[in-house]
């Protein structure tokens, strides 16, 4: 899978339309790709490993270290057939031995996949559950105040839940409350101790985590530590100092909850504004019925890709 992965991501470079000349050339002179994950915490999940934990580090290094040198087998591989990539001679690879004749300048990187996660019903990139039971911003107004909200449930939570036999809807809107299971009785502690959210986590661990995979890719790593809303400046300042003392991680991101009056994921207080309704009529929610015939203007507006011709309807 990862040689198909990193031969196809090859093959991308020279497919792509890229928007200025400079950007191309640099492309593909060092022809850089970034093979990666998602479903980091499902995984861990499913293993009955906490993310928090020696073992979760340890997997991680194990995981992402047979993704890297892999790939980079891969990379060699094309290199034979297709050549290193342009900018190789001088480069850090130009060592004379022949398995660092490369294709590609790197190989591996954690993006954050958000919306690839979604599809694919995971858990995006490396993080934590954020949570196991929340409400999901969908369609949001000029204001950033979110129109449509999906109560969103973990499945991989769902399903173990369901076969152990303690899953119900009182269970999930008792998690809504938070997000997490901590403070649910219904929920035996060993699931409570691999079902940790990002919130349960100490920031020793989310840098720990992102360290674990950093050593193992040749881009950087997305990742975030998601602060509670009581977090303190002494435990954003420490969280840096860690990370800066780990010499592996390249860089790193922090959000404390609620710091922004909107945003995409959040808890509700109780489990009665849980109860969301997701499916409601957009004729109503807008007041208006849509007229058979509508006037309107089109446009034709120059992108860096192209002409896009742009209609704009408009009804009394």
């Not at 100092?241 to 592996?248: I, P």
Request: with cysteine; aromatic share 8%; hydrophobic share 40%.
């Amino acid at each position: 899978t990862v040689k198909i992965g990193v031969h196809l991501l090859d093959n991308v470079i020279d497919m792509n339309r890229y928007p200025l000349d400079k950007i191309e050339k640099m492309t593909k002179g060092n022809r850089k790709i970034g093979l990666g994950v998602m479903g980091w915490a499902d995984l861990l999940s499913m293993m009955g490993v906490a993310y928090n934990s020696e073992q979760g580090t340890e997997l991680a290094e194990e995981v992402m270290g047979f993704i890297n040198t892999a790939a980079k087998a891969a990379s060699a591989e094309l290199a034979q057939t297709r050549g290193a990539f342009p900018n190789f001679k001088g480069s850090v690879y130009d060592t004379g031995a022949e398995e660092d004749m490369v294709r590609n300048a790197s190989w591996t990187t954690i993006a954050p996949t958000g919306t690839l996660s979604i599809l694919a019903d995971c858990n995006g990139g490396i993080e934590p559950f954020f949570m196991l039971v929340y409400l999901r911003g969908s369609i949001y107004d000029a204001e950033g105040k979110p129109t449509v909200e999906l109560l969103m449930e973990n499945e991989t939570f769902k399903r173990i839940a369901t076969e152990r036999g303690f899953y119900s809807e009182e269970v999930a809107m008792k998690i809504a409350e938070t997000g997490s299971a901590q403070h649910v009785d219904a929920v035996p502690d060993d699931i409570k101790r691999t079902f940790v959210t990002s919130h349960d986590i100490e920031h020793e661990w989310h840098i720990k985590m992102q360290a674990a995979f950093q050593k193992h890719v040749t881009n950087a790593v997305s990742k975030t530590i998601n602060f509670s809303n009581d977090a303190t400046v002494d435990d954003i300042r420490d969280s840096y100092k860690l990370a800066y003392s780990l010499s592996d991680i390249k860089g790193m991101t922090v959000y404390r909850d609620g710091c922004k009056e909107y945003q995409v994921l959040s808890a509700k207080n109780s489990a009665e504004e849980a109860k969301v309704e997701v499916v409601q009529d957009i004729e109503e929610r807008l007041k208006v019925a849509r007229p058979r015939k509508i006037a309107g203007t089109t446009e034709r507006i120059d992108t860096p890709v192209g002409k896009l011709f742009m209609t704009i309807n408009s009804a009394d």
